[in-house]
């Protein structure tokens, strides 16, 4: 009996260690590449992007076929006479990553650039023009909401760069939603002359911001697993506004796809005539 005790207890405790265990959800593969040389950061992407993570372009008509559309969140803002929705927002993101930075980029398409918020706060990048991504380094069993490990790199598209522009929403030990400043971080606007479209680039140290965020956190390998979810808001004059939310769901990083660190990849393959 008192074997079946013990034994019970072993399987409660790892019931309850794995009760928030989190899976692939979306089974969606994410490698993102390291860089060998570190780039210029300057609102040119052509240095690195062809060795970045990036799966083409993203507008609301490819969302709608991607298993985490959710129409109450993944939308744009309709004041009419609107132009087609792949001109109000499509986007390619990249990122990648090198022994002590994550790098990170956006080529946009945009009719309206929109940095204006009626109740502003610092912490409101999401009621403005923005694009954000949601980190957990290093990926854990535990569903969380910016618990322990979750990063939010976020960066406001105002070219006169406040305070806020460059936003870090994270958990800490016994902490959740810290919100401040992202004051590590470097980081490049460049609109190029189209309407409102833009070039995002940025260079975030990831032993301030995860290594804060979760001091279990090692420096980066090839072969680490993170989670990963890009936040794209674009109000348009709205309060609230449009936005695309892909790899994932929200704040709960159980819905955030598995990214795995890899090494080098070379660019796209040009041959001759």
Known sequence: MAKFRAASKLLLGAALLFAGAKDDPWHYEIRVPKLTTAPRIDGDLAEWKHRAFSDGVWDIARLRNSPWFDP?????????????????????????????????????????????????????????????????????????????????????????????????????????????????????????????????????PMAGTFGKSDPRWTAPKTGDVYSLEIVHTDPDGGDYGGHFIIYGKGDDDSTWSPMTLTGPIEGPERKPK
């Open 72 to 204: 109450r969140v993944n939308r744009l803002t309709d004041h009419g006479n609107e132009p087609a929705p792949e001109d109000d927002l499509s986007a390619r993101y990249y990122t990648a990553w090198d022994d002590r930075y994550l790098y990170l980029g956006a080529e946009v398409r945009d009719n309206v650039n929109d940095v204006s918020d009626p109740q502003h706060e610092p912490k409101r990048w999401y009621f403005k023009d923005a694009i954000c991504w949601f980190i957990e380094a290093p990926r854990e069993p535990v569903a969380k909401k910016f618990g322990q490990g979750d990063n939010a790199f976020c960066f406001v598209i105002d070219t006169k760069r406040p305070p806020y522009a460059a936003w870090w929403r994270h958990g800490a030990p016994g902490k959740t939603y810290v919100e401040e400043p992202l004051t590590a971080a470097d980081y490049a606007i460049r609109m190029t002359g189209h309407n409102a479209d833009f070039v995002l680039e940025a260079r975030v």
